[in-house]
């Protein structure tokens, strides 16, 4: 399996500067609140599920807030969640990574 670094370097400069716009916007967009929401957790009782503070996990919530993917997977983990990656590859093929 090749890695995302990988395949990004078999793109062309435009095609790579075009998927590093829309991984920002996404990256905006994904606001970690919202999951929390769903299951009517509070901070407190997330960070306490996590094993962090709460002021901790309120900076993870953040907008904007660049997470590593293995952070985000924690985070999703201990709401009950999994994640996986679906990426789209120019010409329609789409591979997707269980995390």
Do not use: C, W
Not at 3 to 26: N, V
Request: charged share 25%; hydrophobic share 40%; proline share 4%.
């Amino acid at each position: 399996m090749s890695s995302y670094e990988e395949l990004l370097a078999k793109q062309s400069p435009e095609s790579q500067k075009r998927i590093a716009e829309k991984a920002d916007i996404l990256l905006r967009e994904v606001v970690l609140s919202k999951l929390r929401d769903e299951l009517n957790m509070t901070q407190t009782e997330l960070a306490r599920v996590i094993g962090i503070s709460q002021p901790t996990l309120a900076k993870m919530e953040s907008p904007g807030n660049d997470l590593r993917i293995s952070t985000l997977k924690r985070y999703v983990t201990a709401l009950g969640g999994e994640v996986s990656i679906d990426v789209r590859l120019p010409g329609g093929k789409s591979i997707a990574f269980q995390l």
